[in-house]
């Protein structure tokens, strides 16, 4: 029972690139949720969704794309990164009261 | 909107002595979770205690136990017995109705030997 992976743990862009931040959970839960953590920020949410074929937005939601085709996959896609993309990104999975994190992606974009 | 407010950006503490983290939260909801969770260097985000806003008993979990204020809408953290690997960021965070849990800016806890 891994919990919640994400891919992968460090990542450096150059501006205008695009990739995709893969997150899997094996727990089930409907509930998956994306955020970015900045200095003195705290996390704020980016993107969530509550189950397969549903996603809505965040407080963060620019420059940000996600789906979820699976329960287990929740998939954070960045169009054309930008320097102010720069953070740590954690997905997390939740059931009830209690969420669960992954390890995060250090994202850089020079 | 709901937001949380962490007012120490920072706090030290020696080993062995308690420290108190302050939180305070904004919200019209009358049922809603608070947490704390705990962010070692390693990165890793940790529950640290949960506490439920229709009970009025404070959590405890070990060292680790809440002063919860509803009417004030305040959720301190209180670590009793600090140990070295106490030292990290800590974050409060609120869940209303919604499945969205709103963090508020972190509180970095050093602990000196």
């Known amino acids: 029972n891994a919990g919640v992976t994400q891919t992968p743990k460090f990542q450096v862009l150059k501006t205008g690139q695009s990739m995709t931040l893969q997150c899997a959970q094996d727990m089930n839960h409907e509930y998956m949720s994306w955020y970015r953590q900045d200095p003195g920020m705290g996390l704020r949410l980016i993107h969530y969704?509550?189950?397969?074929?549903?996603?809505d937005q965040g407080e963060v939601p620019n420059g940000y794309n996600v789906s979820r085709s699976t329960t287990e996959d929740f998939p954070l896609r960045l169009l054309s990164a930008a320097p102010s993309q720069t953070s740590v990104y954690f997905c997390?999975?939740?059931?009830?009261?209690?969420?669960?994190f992954g390890p995060g992606t250090r994202l850089t974009v020079l | 909107a709901q937001t949380v407010t962490q007012s120490q950006p920072e706090m030290s503490v020696q080993e062995a002595e308690t420290v108190t983290l302050s939180c305070t939260y904004d919200?019209?909801?009358?049922?809603?979770?608070l947490f704390w969770y705990k962010q070692p260097p390693s990165r890793q985000m940790i529950l640290v205690i949960r506490q439920e806003a229709y009970k009025q008993q404070n959590a405890t979990e070990n060292r680790f136990s809440v002063n919860f204020q509803k009417a004030a809408k305040s959720f301190s953290l209180k670590i009793s017995d600090s140990q070295l690997g106490d030292a990290a960021m800590y974050f409060c965070a609120y869940r209303g109705y919604g499945q969205n849990f709103v963090f508020g800016p972190g509180t970095r806890l050093s602990v000196l030997p």
């Open positions: 919200t019209s909801e009358s049922d809603y979770y």
């Open positions: 997390a999975a939740s059931l009830n009261n209690e969420q669960f």
């Open positions: 969704s509550v189950g397969a074929g549903i996603t």
